[in-house]
């Protein structure tokens, strides 16, 4: 199943919103920025940075790929790792 | 237009918001029990709890028009305490039989832990001794893909589990594909903040489909918003789908997957509105 808007009809709908949100963001880098203190080594920084150069490459499923840069990863031998039977 | 909101805790809300609820169309909601933000301290608390779930909860929905029903277990944050998750699932068969029970929820993880990961398994157990439907919690943020997949890999491993009366919840875009793929339901919880926005839901229902998909408020005591599922029902029509699409997600898919509990006795609004007012 597809959206039922076309292309165009979605970015009139949403830009506004996105503009909002892009602004938002390099708005809380600044303060960031401005604030006492440093986060340099904080490996959240690290993922934001990871997540905000995913937006713009051109492949479908960003939403999914930005989840997982902020998820633990998964190990399929969990159950021996945590000696559940 | 009707709907039935598979996953919220009125346990947290207002009368008033029975009342908004009804007005906004919700006719059936199904209430799992959970985390009360603090941890108890003993099974004598849950009995209590499960009395209100299970008698206070449902009669204060009927004055709205609203059908209540509720599923029991101790959630996956207090089940870090084994012996007290031990205790509670040796005491939850005393309420099964009750008319609003309709299974085992919300089980799952937190933190993904071994203890947790224990008590998810006998909470597995109880339900397939009793033929009961579960559902399941997922962890948030950071541990969810983590969680989702040892929740999975635990459900898999149990081959008498009959896997459609199973409803994995709090789906995201890293975790619904991993859900529907293996044969379980797929609930998307709308938070203002954590988990899932109505357009991203609604994104999701257009790249799965809608089978075996729910949409649910979770409406607690944190922040959430109990007219959740509305404002998803207003995202799909701005989208122009159309409205029997929109009426399979909200009303049509939880009761396929609730009709498969004993206890669930629902009866359409449009039923109830044609049967003799008593009093």
């Given at each position: 199943m597809q959206t039922k808007l076309t292309a165009p009809a979605v970015l009139e709908r949403e830009f506004l919103e996105m503009r909002a949100k892009v602004l938002q963001l390099a708005a809380s880098f600044d303060r960031l920025d401005r604030a006492e203190g440093a986060v340099a080594g904080d490996s959240r920084l690290a993922q934001l940075a990871q997540a905000i150069q995913l937006l713009?490459?051109?492949?479908?499923g960003r939403a999914e790929e930005v989840q997982m840069i902020f998820s633990r990863t998964f190990s399929p031998d969990w159950r021996d790792e945590l000696g559940v039977g | 237009m009707y709907y039935f909101d598979p996953h919220i805790h009125m346990v947290s809300r207002t009368t008033d918001d029975y009342e908004t609820l009804a007005k906004m169309g919700c006719v059936g909601m199904s209430e799992p029990a959970f985390w009360a933000g603090f941890d108890r301290g003993s099974v004598e608390s849950f009995r209590d709890y499960f009395r209100q779930l299970t008698d206070f909860e449902m009669k204060r929905a009927a004055q709205y028009g609203i059908q209540h029903y509720t599923w029991l277990c101790i959630n996956a944050k207090e089940a870090e305490n084994v012996e007290l998750s031990r205790e509670i699932i040796a005491m939850i068969p005393e309420f099964l039989d009750l008319p609003n029970v309709l299974g085992i929820g919300e089980i799952g993880l937190n933190k993904n832990t071994r203890n947790e990961s224990v008590i998810f398994l006998e909470h597995m157990e109880l339900a397939i001794t009793h033929q009961q439907q579960i559902l399941i919690h997922t962890p948030h943020l950071e541990d969810k893909y983590q969680g989702t997949r040892m929740i999975l890999d635990m459900l898999r491993g149990d081959a008498r589990l009959d896997r459609s009366r199973v409803l994995v919840d709090h789906v995201e875009e890293h975790t619904v594909r991993h859900v529907l793929d293996a044969g379980f339901w797929a609930g998307m919880t709308l938070y203002p903040v954590s988990k899932c926005t109505p357009a991203r839901a609604a994104d999701m229902v257009e790249m799965y489909?809608?089978?075996?998909l729910l949409v649910n408020s979770?409406?607690?005591?944190?922040?959430?918003?109990?007219t959740a599922v509305p404002d998803f029902v207003l995202e799909m029509r701005r989208r122009g789908h159309a409205e029997s699409l929109i009426r399979k997600i909200v009303y049509e898919n939880p009761l396929t997957f609730f009709?498969?509990?004993?206890?669930?006795?629902f009866t359409p609004p449009d039923v109830l509105a044609e049967s003799p007012v008593e009093g």
């Open positions: 713009q490459s051109e492949q479908p | 489909g809608p089978d075996r979770a409406g607690d005591w944190g922040p959430s918003k109990p009709r498969q509990s004993q206890n669930f006795q």
